[in-house]
């Protein structure tokens, strides 16, 4: 089990300029989480999807922020157009059905925007 | 939704000591988890535990579902033990696990 991957572990990007997170879920979990850790605001969830299906978004800031989840073992959070205040690491984790087990998180990505 | 509350804030211990964190939450939950965040941010799942008591090692848990709260034990603490303990929960299959603010332990040496 190689635990849910995320890619790229670090991102710096200017501002203005689109930025992509990627996310490949453990084989078996059908629920996946998009989250954003601050100082200020804590870990907060942006979006999650069952069975490749968003189902709650509204955690996500604004239109620049948009998901997908194309089929069980990959999703995207992309940011267009970045800026400084999307600064933050951006965690994915996901879940057996109903959450049974617990979430697993990824390693992160750290998004700085200059 | 949910409200969870972790005390207290901030815990410095010196290596050896024991300590207990707690977890207080609003609902009754179907999910209730324990997390260390490392000096690296990364999220470490400690404990699954809705109800009950596990142990790992220097460390256990208990919640008790019905009195709403969690706790944390941390016996003989040691240095890499330092970091954010957080407490998250959620009360349905559909609902979003909800994070505390964390607890954040310094062990020094």
């Known amino acids: 089990d190689a635990g849910v991957i995320q890619s790229p572990r670090h991102e710096v990007t200017e501002m203005g300029q689109e930025v992509t997170l990627r996310c490949k879920p453990i084989?078996?979990?059908?629920?996946l989480f998009w989250y954003r850790q601050t100082m200020m605001r804590g870990l907060e969830l942006l979006i999650y999807?069952?069975?490749?299906?968003?189902?709650?978004d509204s955690g996500m800031p604004e239109d620049r922020f948009s998901a997908k989840m194309p089929n069980a073992s990959f999703s995207t959070l992309k940011i267009q157009p970045s800026e400084p205040r999307d600064s933050a690491v951006y965690f994915c984790?996901?879940?057996?059905?109903?959450?049974?087990?617990?979430?697993?998180f990824g390693s992160g990505t750290r998004l700085t925007v200059v | 939704g949910i409200q969870v509350e972790q005390s207290p804030p901030d815990l410095i211990l010196q290596e050896g000591a024991n300590s207990t964190l707690r977890c207080n939450f609003s609902?009754?939950?179907?999910?209730l988890q324990w997390f260390h965040q490392n000096p690296w941010g990364q999220l470490i799942n400690l404990f699954y535990?809705?109800?009950g008591t596990k142990q790992n090692g220097r460390l256990s848990a208990t919640t008790v579902a019905t009195e709403r709260y969690s706790l944390l034990y941390i016996s003989s603490s040691q240095t890499t033990d330092s970091g954010v303990y957080f407490c998250?929960?959620?009360?349905?299959?559909?609902?979003?696990?909800?994070f505390g603010k964390g607890i954040t332990l310094s062990v020094r040496p």
């Open positions: 984790a996901s879940s057996r059905p109903g959450g049974a087990y617990g979430y697993t």
């Open positions: 084989s078996g979990h059908n629920s």
């Open positions: 999807f069952n069975n490749n299906v968003p189902i709650d």
């Open positions: 609902d009754s939950v179907n999910n």
């Open positions: 535990i809705p109800s």
């Open positions: 998250a929960a959620y009360t349905g299959a559909n609902s979003k696990l909800t």
